[in-house]
């Protein structure tokens, strides 16, 4: 398996050569704490749409805040290379803030996804990729998979 864990530095260079190669960015992001079905579904149509697909991994430190004390499971290096294996995922890319607002205005994707349950507008870094020609994307949602699920399944087992 080839490292596909990049830092915003590195990142920021590919992404430069990427758009003098006229390639089609796409950006999605998460916590990507315990993977299942729905991630990896969702991801494979977020690649079908362009022809690199970076995903933004949210820090352990970020998760903690926005998913609770108990979380993550998995530690964000763990979920990098976990995320790394799927052939859908380009490049993978932590961030250590609430929301990848900056890293979106660093890369400026083409495309930005993200899944069935976020409306367009309300996606985080879309003013920066539609004031920049691209496209917002909301992704069909999965219904019955979610990391939440997963851990409560568990609990009661």
């Known amino acids: 398996m080839r490292n596909k864990l990049r830092t915003w530095q590195e990142m920021s260079a590919i992404r430069e050569e990427l758009s003098s190669d006229n390639r089609k960015v796409v950006f999605t992001n998460g916590c990507f704490d315990i993977l299942h079905r729905g991630?990896?579904?969702?991801?494979?149509?977020?690649?079908?749409?362009?022809d690199v697909l970076i995903v933004g991994l949210n820090n352990d430190d970020s998760v903690k805040r926005l998913k609770g004390k108990h979380r993550p499971v998995n530690n964000e290096i763990d979920r990098?290379?976990?995320l790394s294996a799927l052939q859908d995922v380009d490049h993978v890319v932590i961030f250590i803030e609430d929301t990848p607002y900056e890293l979106i205005n660093t890369l400026k994707p083409d495309i930005l996804v993200k899944g069935g349950d976020w409306k367009?507008?309300?996606?985080?870094?879309?003013?920066?990729?539609l004031q920049n020609g691209g496209k917002v994307l909301s992704l069909d949602f999965i219904q019955g998979y979610s990391t939440t699920k997963t851990i409560d399944k568990t609990e009661n087992i």
């Open 80 to 82: 990098a290379i976990v």
């Open 120 to 129: 367009p507008e309300d996606i985080v870094g879309s003013d920066i990729v």
């Open 39 to 50: 991630h990896v579904q969702y991801l494979q149509s977020a690649r079908e749409l362009g």
